[in-house]
């Protein structure tokens, strides 16, 4: 059983989205959301959106990939954006103020505006 499920859609807007479903932890499900940002990088996608909508728990692991993330994607010379993180996952990005950094957006709707 996975713990996380990863999957990746583009938009019309030329952005692609990073879908998010269950828990960003510690575990080598997790590891899959750096490959995914990797692959997207190397097909030349530079503005992309981290859709954690569906994240119900995450734990350091899980704040140290998007940060990983943000840092190899503004490094390509894109953009990310997180968009849903609510409840706890939202408060932990707030209290490690990585909030600070990556822009926080209420959905998909609004990072692809």
């Not at 828990?23 to 995914?36: I, M, N």
């Not at 997180?82 to 926080?104: K, N, Q, S, Y």
């Amino acid at each position: 059983m996975l713990l996380l499920d990863v999957t990746t859609s583009a938009l019309d807007n030329g952005a692609t989205v990073v879908s998010l479903k269950g828990k960003l932890a510690l575990g080598r499900d997790s590891q899959q959301v750096e490959t995914t940002i990797q692959k997207l990088l190397e097909s030349g996608s530079k503005n992309i959106i981290l859709d954690m909508s569906g994240i119900n728990y995450i734990d350091s692991t899980g704040v140290g990939i998007v940060s990983f993330c943000f840092g190899k994607i503004k490094a390509g010379g894109g953009t990310l954006k997180v968009a849903g993180a609510t409840g706890t996952v939202r408060e932990v990005f707030r209290i490690t103020m990585l909030d600070t950094l990556v822009p926080f957006v209420a959905s998909v709707e609004d990072a692809a505006a």
